[in-house]
């Protein structure tokens, strides 16, 4: 993991508190957050280790990882954590600052089983996933 | 409105989820209380976002509440619980931040502005408080059906929007007595589903729906019962490729059937009729 306390590393951890409104520092890593993510098993790093990351300004580290777009957003880490941090707006705050790159993680070829899927699931994965 | 509740469908009810737009109808016209679909509404969204700066994706909840207000409504009633959540979510959002409602009215074409004064619920707290009246209207209880509810995520998180205790919720079993059916108690009822990654991730969902399915069937349980559009499609689709294939009802056909109203149940991917015949509440 890439340590990094330059100025462009600092202003991502800022951009994250900024876009979430969460403070990332509040977090004591005790690891709730993990443990209760139905997800893990899918995620390259736990929820957690994201937290460490960006305190660490490891943006470069953070974006290449899956961990921000295998969450769903379903508030089970956000409504266990013991220091009242709102993971699932941190989470939504990272997806956030490279959607608003210009880059989207979905295309309509993506997707699978067009026909059957309700309206809802491609409203709601078109909203987390492209800018 | 007294006679009945104001009520927004959102984009899913209409096709994918008639069912339960039909049997919710169905079961409130019953009690007495129908459901009236709103004069104009606008998707909801489907998710909510969730960064600090970002107004514009409120904008169409909120637009939703003004139409609330426009017809002289002070209550929303969803089925759908992402509508539930997303609505609910943006409209606490204004009433918590006066600023933010300063921003929306601004922008907004509406007149008058919005004034913040209406609630969103969702059919479960209605049919909750209407226990009573519900239990006098059961005909046929469906006493043989063993069923174990699921809650999923968006009637119960975040916290400040959740309809029941977030850990422990208990709608839905005092709801599935009150209509005779045997509650199985299933511990993964509060876990998420995969949710929107059914779109592109059917891996993940199906990982999900196994997990849930299986705890359920290993529990006793001969169907699940549940709310969401979203959860329905992916407990009942992605069971597929598990070796289970337990219906998955919304729960006001069950409370539909116990009341003697016939239901439709057309679009469902498990056939929940045999499971119906077999039990004798279907002919
Ligand atoms: S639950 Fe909260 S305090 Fe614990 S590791 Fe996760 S974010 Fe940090
Ligand atoms: S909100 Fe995201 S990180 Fe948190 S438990 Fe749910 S899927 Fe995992």
């Known amino acids: 993991m890439k340590v990094d306390r ?29 443990a209760g993510c139905p997800f893990v098993e899918d995620m390259d790093v736990l929820p957690e280790r994201i937290f460490k990351r960006i305190v660490l300004g490891d943006k470069e580290g953070i974006l290449e990882k899956n961990t921000m777009w295998i969450c769903a957003a379903c508030f089970t880490c956000s409504v266990r954590c013991p220091r009242d941090i709102d993971i699932a707006k941190i989470m939504e705050a990272v997806r ?6 210009n880059i989207d993680m979905v295309d309509v070829d993506d997707v699978e089983n067009m026909k059957e899927l309700p309206q809802l699931a491609v409203v709601g994965c078109f909203r987390k996933e492209t800018g | 409105m007294e006679e009945g509740y104001l009520y927004y469908p959102g984009c899913t009810l209409k096709t994918k989820a008639s ?25 909801c969204g489907a998710v909510q976002s969730l960064t600090e700066d970002d107004i514009m994706h409120q904008i169409a909840p909120i637009r939703t509440m003004c139409c609330a207000q426009e017809q002289g409504e002070k209550e929303v009633v969803t089925l759908c619980d992402m509508c539930y959540n997303v609505l609910k ?6 009433k918590e931040k006066p600023d933010d409602l300063e921003t929306m009215n601004e922008f907004l074409t509406e007149d008058p502005d919005y004034l913040g004064e209406v609630d969103v619920h969702h059919i479960f707290e209605i049919l909750r408080d209407m226990k009573d009246e519900i ?49 199985i108690h299933n511990p993964k009822r509060t876990e998420c589903c995969g949710s929107y990654h059914t779109v592109n991730r059917s891996d993940i969902v199906e990982k999900r729906v196994e997990d849930i399915v299986s705890r359920a069937v290993k529990d006793g349980a001969d169907a699940i019962a549940l709310s969401c559009p979203l959860c329905q499609f992916n407990l009942d689709f992605h069971q597929r490729n598990t070796e289970y294939d337990i219906p998955v009802f919304y729960l006001t056909e069950l409370i539909a059937l116990a009341m003697g109203i016939e239901v439709g149940m057309e679009k469902h991917k498990i056939d929940p009729k045999s499971l119906l015949k ?6």
């Not at chain 1, 956030?96 to 790159?101: C, E, S, T, W």
């Not at chain 2, 077999?278 to 002919?283: A, M, P, R, V």
């Open chain 1, 96 to 101: 956030q600052i490279v959607l608003r790159h």
């Open chain 2, 19 to 43: 069912d339960y737009e039909e049997s919710a109808m169905a079961v409130m016209e019953a009690l007495g209380k129908p459901l009236v679909e709103m004069d104009d509404w606008y998707c």
């Open chain 1, 6 to 34: 330059s100025k462009k590393a600092m202003d991502f951890l800022d951009k994250v508190e900024e876009l979430s409104g969460e403070s990332v520092n509040a977090c004591i890593r005790c690891g709730t957050c993990s």
């Open chain 2, 278 to 283: 077999d039990k004798k509440i279907l002919e």
């Open chain 2, 89 to 94: 979510q943006a409209n606490e959002r204004m």
């Open chain 2, 135 to 183: 239990k006098k209207k059961v005909k046929k209880p469906i006493t043989d059906l063993k069923i174990a509810p699921y809650y999923g995520c968006m009637l119960l998180r975040p916290d400040h929007v959740a309809i029941d205790d977030t850990e422990d919720p208990h709608i839905m079993e005092g709801l599935l007595e009150a209509i005779g059916a045997e509650v």
